[in-house]
Structure formats: C-alpha cells, structure tokens
C-alpha cells in the first residue's frame, strides 16, 4: 500500500479517528490525529478527545486515511495493523493484478481501382465488412491492430497490410475453421498473418 500521499502534520486532515462509547469512555470523532510516515509503516496518535482521555474497553475503533491507494506494481501484499497496547493483527494476503486489456482493431480501407477511398471499417470483423462492400479488384487496406474473424475472400481483390506484415494480426473466431478461405477465382492476398488462430 502506498502512504507516500498522506501529510505529516499532527493536524492531519488525512486521518479520521472515531470510537463508540466503551466502559469508562465517551464517543468521539477527530479529525486532529496526527501521523507520520516512514517507508510502508504509518504511525497514527490519538489526541486527548474525551473527558476521560481515553478509549474504554469494549469501544469500537474506525480509523480512516485517506491518500492511500494501491501499489504500482502486480504482487501479493498484506495489511498489519496494530496498537501500542495490543499485538498487531495482519490481514489476509490480497493481490493487484494488471487489468487484461484487450488489442484495439485497427482500421480497414476499401479503394476502388482507381485509387480513391471508398470506404473504411473498424471492429473485429472490419476486414469482412471490407469484402461485402468492395467490388471487383477493389484493394482492401488493412490497419494495424488486431482482427478476430473467419474471412471468406469471394471477389477478385488485393488484400494487403498497410504498414508491413507484422502490423495487423488476425485470429480465427472459429478456431475450427480457416482465418481466411479465398473462394474466388483471382485473388491476390497479401495480408499478415493469414493462417494465424
């Protein structure tokens, strides 16, 4: 756990400290606790805040600190809390996981024979979207980024990458079948990675 945002004062704004009643004590709720820091420990004093000076058996304790916030880095890490009077307690080991983000599909252009852009997909099945609206030698450009699809190449076109043959990756989305199958009579396929699953 990362403490490093908390502020050092002994007014810290940062630490809430309230109790019940317990036996011999009155409830209270303070936000002048003070606090110090050092590495990953954080060492919390509670001020005189009742007429009894005191927190009295029995009393329920909640402290809050806020500027707390979880480390940078993937791990398993535990908690220990303790008090000058009592042995520490230590929570049970939690984990930080990276988020698993997924690869963004690029973007997929479709030019007539005469160069001119006719259209442009994005998603996971662009280059699809692509073949249904291009015509016949039409060139399909595909954009870096990462494609899950089955294609079925029915028309006599181009289809290339637009920056190299490790830009674009395409997945099957039926690992059964072909990533691309090309059912038409000329064809030219120059996209990445076609037999990728």
């Known amino acids: 756990t990362d403490i490093s945002g908390i502020t050092d004062t002994d007014t810290d704004s940062d ?15 303070t936000t002048a606790a003070g ?13 005189d805040v009742n007429a009894e000076d005191k927190i009295g058996a029995g009393a329920t304790v909640q402290v809050v600190v806020s500027g707390v916030v979880n480390p940078s880095a993937p791990g398993d890490y535990t908690l220990v809390v303790s008090t ?10 939690y984990t930080i996981t990276p988020p698993t983000i997924p690869p963004v599909p690029g973007i997929v252009e479709v030019y007539n ?17 692509a073949i249904a609206a291009a015509g016949e030698g039409y060139t399909i450009k595909v954009g870096p980024g990462h494609y899950t699809e089955n294609v079925d190449v029915n028309k006599g076109l181009t ?5 190299g043959a490790d830009s674009p990756i395409v997945q099957a989305a039926n690992p059964n ?12 396929s120059k996209c990445a990675r076609p037999a990728e699953r």
């Open 15 to 29: 630490v809430t400290v309230a109790a019940t009643s317990g036996i011999g004590s009155t409830a209270f709720n």
């Open 35 to 47: 606090s110090s820091s050092a590495d990953t420990t954080l060492t919390i004093t509670v001020p």
């Open 84 to 93: 000058t009077n009592e042995d520490a307690v230590e929570s049970a080991a």
């Open 113 to 129: 024979p005469a160069g001119i852009l006719m259209a442009q997909f994005t998603g996971a099945t662009a280059i699809a979207d």
């Open 159 to 163: 289809i290339q990458s637009q920056n």
């Open 177 to 188: 079948d072909n990533v691309f199958t090309i059912t038409a009579v000329c064809c030219s």
